[in-house]
Each structure stands twice: as C-alpha cells, then as structure tokens.
C-alpha cells in the first residue's frame, strides 16, 4: 500500500485547509485510514479516522467539531477537512492505513503511512 498525502500549506488562524490522502497498490476495503500530525518537539498524535466500509468516523477531542475525516471509496482517496485552525494545529500532518474493522486512534495499530504534509497556522 502507498499513501501520498497532499495539501498542506500556511494559513492564517480561523481559516480552513483539506488535506487529501491517495491509497494506491493493495487497499483494505474492511478496514480504516487514520490521520495524525507530528508538532516540532512533540509526539505524533491521533487526528482522526475513517472506516472505508460504512464511513464510521473517530475524532480527537481536541479536534472534535472542527476537523472532518471523509472518503471516496471511487479514488482510494480519504479527505482530513480542517476548518477554525489554531496556530496550535501546526505540525506535519500524516494519513495511515490499517486493515483491521476496528477505528484506531494508536499509530501502532496502522501499518502503512504517507510521507507527511506540513501545515502551518500563523496568528
């Protein structure tokens, strides 16, 4: 499985950004895409995930609200929509790939991952 994330960019604080993320070679049609973004200094922590199957989503809270994880099972392709950003958004963010049914919010249980898009929110 190879994952190309794209979209990343700077914005200003309160603006909106969708990442997209691209799954090509084998595809896990029962299972979930995870995104999690990675802060200079700081570990990389769950965003947000999607099961391909039924759309099932999971949320961080601390993103809950404002950031909206879609797919479009016709591309491969898994969308991390991010509206109200922070300047305490900023960090790199990843897509992931795992095959089991269960939503993952741990970077463990994900077995491939993009090459990371940068996001950068000034005040």
């Known amino acids: 499985v190879q994952l190309q994330a794209s979209g990343g960019g700077l914005v200003q604080a309160g603006d909106s950004l969708r990442l997209s993320c691209v799954a090509s070679?084998?595809?896990?049609?029962?299972?979930?895409m995870g995104w999690f973004r990675q802060a200079p200094g700081k570990e990389r922590e769950f965003v947000g995930a999607?099961?391909?199957?039924?759309?099932?989503?999971l949320y961080a809270d601390s993103v809950k609200g404002r950031f909206a994880v879609s797919r479009d099972n016709t591309k491969n392709t898994v969308y991390l929509q991010m509206n109200v950003l922070k300047p305490e958004d900023t960090a790199v963010y990843y897509c992931?790939?795992?095959?089991?049914?269960?939503?993952?919010?741990?970077?463990?249980?994900?077995?491939?991952w993009g090459q990371g898009t940068l996001v950068t929110v000034s005040s």
């Open positions: 992931a790939a795992r095959a089991g049914y269960g939503l993952g919010s741990v970077a463990t249980a994900y077995d491939y």
């Open positions: 999607i099961r391909w199957s039924d759309g099932s989503t």
């Open positions: 070679g084998r595809t896990f049609r029962s299972g979930n």
